[in-house]
Structure formats: C-alpha cells, structure tokens
C-alpha cells in the first residue's frame, strides 16, 4: 500500500501539473460522479493528509485515497498511458497537461467547506506542517497494550505510517514489533523516528530499506538473519509481502512473557 511519502510526493506532481490552470476536461469513471463535468474550473491547490489526497477548485475538493494498487500519472495532452486505460477512475487535464488517477481506492466529490470531515478521524499528519509529536505520544499510549507493529499502522494514531515504514522505525529504535505500547522504553523518541524516517523519504532520494523485504538476509547492524512474521487479526488472510513485518531479532529481541502460573492440585 502506498505510504504517507508516495502521496505526498504525488500531490507535489499534482501541484506542479495543475494548480493555477483550468481545467479543459474532467472524466470521473466511478458511477457516483458520471456526470460530474468540471471543465472551466480553475485548479487552486493540492494537498495531502496521511494517505489522502485533495484536488481543490474554488467550488470543490476532489478528495482521493490510493488505497492498495491506486496511483497517479501526468502526461503530456496526446502521449500514450503508461497503465491500462480500463483501470482510469478520475482524468483531469488542462491545456498542457493530463493527470490521471488509476487503480484509486476512493474517488469523492467534497464542498471546499466539508473537506474536514475526510481526515477529521485521523491522528496528525507526519508529514504535515502541523505536526504534533505529542498528540501522537498520547494517541499511542491510549492503548498501552497493543503492539506497537499494530499501533503505527492505525492512522488515528499518527497518519502516515504504512507497512514499510513501521518496520523500518520499529527497527531503528530497536523495538521487536511484538513489544506492547507501554513497554517501549522510548515512545517520544520513537515518534521523533517515525517523523524523521518520512520526512527524509519526503524529501530526499531513497535509501536501501534496513530490514522491509530482506528476510533471510543479513542485518545492517549485526549481520544476524531477518525474519518476516504476522502479527494481528490480519495474520491469517494476509501474505507475508503484503503484510509481514520485519525486524532483526538480535537487534529487537522479542519482548518477555509472563511465566505460566503452575497448574493448581485437585487432590485426584
């Protein structure tokens, strides 16, 4: 599933392709908005939020969330798609450009004014400029029994954080991902690694993953081999690509169990 980073980085393509320009065409090919026509309205900005993702005119907000496989494509006016037409849910061109959104999870129509009550749901966003380490601190200690593997994906807890990155900042505070939220020895600092993890992946070419996708490979650290494992209700339906998370089990050794009390005599 795309991360915080790839959707911010896709407005910023947005932003440059549109913003400040008419529309000269609009195709929504979800039902719900068939025959919504936008041409004439002029593009006034473009933002993101967590995973979401907001086209605005001066009327409107074009809220869109990428879900698993959605993603966003500019092309000249003419040049051909680089992905099947069949999988276009939402086109918006101009003069010199055409963006197009295939494989979108969510396509949604919003009054400018209603725009909130798409992310008001959300923790803060990582990767906005009104980020708010403490509130997410406090959203994650509100449940100090989770995992904390769990607990970063939740996007009421901090907007963002995807499957690639909670292992890489599970991994660069030395937390097996298994360990409870009220047992990780530094839950600020962990946050700041979250923030910091995206806002370089924001802003910066990528880097090799430390531990995403190297099961059975050495670690960076230590040398000792990667595992993959499930961990929640999704254990069972989801795949170990899709879903795994992996950690060093030298570098975050597995948080302690609690002895099993000896089985009480009844005297037989």
């Not at 990767?127 to 509130?135: F, I, S, T, Y």
């Not at 901090?158 to 937390?175: P, Q």
């Amino acid at each position: 599933m795309p991360e915080g980073d790839t959707v911010y980085l896709a407005a910023a393509r947005l932003r440059t392709a549109l913003v400040g320009k008419t529309l000269t065409r609009s195709d929504f090919r979800v039902p719900r908005y068939a025959t919504l026509d936008l041409r004439g309205s002029r593009v006034d900005s473009v933002g993101s939020y967590g995973k979401h993702l907001f086209v605005r005119t001066e009327r409107v907000s074009i809220h869109t969330h990428l879900k698993m496989e959605g993603t966003w494509r500019i092309y000249r006016p003419g040049q051909r798609w680089t992905k099947p037409g069949f999988t276009a849910r939402l086109i918006l061109a101009t003069d010199d450009a055409e963006a197009v959104g295939f494989s979108l999870g969510l396509v949604e129509v919003l009054p400018l004014a209603d725009e909130h009550t798409a992310v008001d749901h959300l923790g803060p966003d990582l990767l906005g400029p009104n980020w708010d380490a403490a509130e997410a601190v406090r959203r994650l200690r509100a449940d100090s029994k989770r995992p904390i593997g769990l607990a970063l994906l939740d996007q009421t807890v901090m907007a963002g954080v995807g499957n690639i990155f909670r292992s890489e900042i599970c991994f660069a505070e030395r937390v097996h991902p298994a360990t409870p939220v009220g047992d990780v020895p530094d839950l600020p600092g962990l946050v700041d690694a979250a923030h910091r993890i995206l806002e370089h992946a924001a802003h910066h070419p990528p880097r090799p993953a430390m531990v995403y996708g190297r099961q059975r490979q050495p670690c960076r650290r230590c040398g000792s081999m990667l595992l993959v494992r499930m961990f929640g209700p999704d254990a069972a339906s989801a795949t170990a690509t899709e879903r795994g998370i992996y950690f060093c089990p030298r570098c975050q050794p597995a948080p302690e169990t609690p002895e099993p009390r000896a089985a009480r005599r009844t005297g037989h």
